[in-house]
């Protein structure tokens, strides 16, 4: 919701965080994952403009992480989406995904990550600092989408949780 000097901070810093992910997919897509960094984006599957294989969304019909790590391809950003080509059982597939459609996106090397929540208005953002991959997506496996190496990169037995700074609670109403 908008002050009364009609600033939507919650708009903003939904669109600043999402452009920081889109500098951050463009820098790999240049330059290739540095050191021990890999990713897992969580997207919605059902949101407009998510390009996906019919059978793909017939298997993640409302969400699934995919994750960028040991092998992806033809990773390119395209104004306000990204295209990849990920392995789904030994078979290559390219998937195109707006920004708008990523609900999370994790770096669990840095323990960094990035959550957006949709409110009313459809403009909201939360940022986490520290994460570990979601649970409950994936393939049949068991491991989360596009995955082809077995390493889950779940806890590194360190203990530590996530503390969620949640911008709504900011928010004026």
């Not at 708008?100 to 600092?129: M, N, W, Y």
Request: proline share 6%; net charge negative.
């Amino acid at each position: 919701m908008a002050n009364r000097d009609g600033l939507n901070y919650g708009r903003l810093m939904q669109k600043a965080l999402r452009g920081l992910m889109a500098e951050v997919l463009g820098h790999v897509a240049e330059h290739g994952l540095p050191g021990e960094h890999h990713f897992y984006i969580g997207i919605d599957t059902t949101h407009p403009g998510v390009d996906m294989p019919d059978w793909l969304r017939a298997r993640y019909p409302g969400e699934m992480t995919i994750v960028l790590q040991d092998w992806f391809a033809d990773l390119a950003v395209l104004g306000d989406r990204f295209q990849v080509t990920l392995n789904f059982s030994n078979q290559p597939q390219t998937l195109v995904v707006p920004f708008a459609a990523v609900q999370t996106f994790i770096d669990p090397s840095v323990k960094f990550g990035l959550k957006f929540d949709e409110d009313e208005e459809g403009e909201s953002g939360d940022f986490v600092p520290a994460a570990e991959p979601p649970r409950g997506t994936g393939d049949a496996d068991g491991e989360p989408a596009g995955s082809d190496d077995g390493d889950d990169g779940g806890d590194d037995g360190g203990g530590s949780s996530a503390d969620i700074v949640r911008l709504d609670r900011f928010r004026k109403t």
